[in-house]
């Protein structure tokens, strides 16, 4: 793997920038440089997702009007061998509500970039389940 392809998901330039800085270059020294997607809209998630190639998806939990969660079901529904998905959350408590979203990790905002890096890493890593 030469670098991982990221899609970023939010409607808020700020956010994806607090995420970006975060990860930095690469989420971890044995992981290899990301390629970042970025989207403010779920129709351009949606036509990035359906074009394949991607490791990992992170999506805003607040954005709107089309909130991360929301699209996390969405994709977790109806993308075969969906890329694990990274949702954001408005607050910790909010975790319930990502994990019925199918999210397969969840940071609460504010971000701690320590947090958004090691979720990232953590991810990437897993081996990929096949149906």
Known sequence: MNELSVLLYSDDVDTRTA?????????????????WVECATAPAVLSVVDE??????????EATPAGGMGLCKQLKDE?????PVLVLTGREQDAWLAA????????????????????????????????
């Open 19 to 35: 995420v970006r800085m975060a990860v930095g270059r690469r989420p971890a020294a044995d992981l290899p440089p990301v390629r």
């Open 52 to 61: 394949g190639g991607l490791d990992l998806i992170i999506l805003d939990g």
């Open 79 to 83: 993308i075969f061998e969906c890329p």
């Open 100 to 131: 019925w979203s199918q999210a397969d990790q969840v940071v609460a905002h504010p971000l701690a970039p320590a947090a958004v890096a090691a979720a990232v890493g953590e991810l990437v890593r897993r081996p990929r389940v096949t149906s």
